[in-house]
């Protein structure tokens, strides 16, 4: 089976290249370097309400350089609702844990009002 480098996916034979990452599948995939961010611990952090709320933090992190993951509710995703007033309507957020502490202080200053 033929594999993609980049994202490890695995192909069916015959496909010659990731329709994603744009480069040449391999018969093997090699072994992982040591700090691949891929087998970094993930943490939630505490759920923001509504997709605009954590964009807007998903930015403060991003200039900060922490990466994170946002993780939208069904509701929002399946009706395509990105305000902050549909009930229910919520995103978790998700950094490495190394990271865990200086996300949530920030997090913590910018939602403490809501």
Do not use: W
């Not at 991003?62 to 929002?76: A, H, M, Q, T, Y």
């Not at 549909?86 to 949530?104: L, S």
């Amino acid at each position: 089976m033929p594999f993609c480098p980049e994202c490890r996916y695995e192909y069916v034979p015959g496909h010659k290249e990731c329709p994603d990452c744009h480069v040449k599948l391999v018969e093997e995939l090699p072994e992982r370097a040591s700090g691949d961010p891929s087998e970094k611990e993930y943490v939630e952090l505490h759920p923001l309400p509504g997709h605009i709320y954590a964009e807007m933090v998903k930015e403060v992190f991003d200039k900060e350089g922490i990466e994170c993951i946002l993780i939208p509710d069904v509701i929002s995703t399946g009706l395509l609702v990105k305000g902050t007033d549909v009930a229910g309507n919520e995103v978790r957020i998700r950094v490495f844990k190394e990271d865990q502490e200086q996300a949530q202080e920030i997090l913590h200053s910018m939602m403490d009002h809501i």
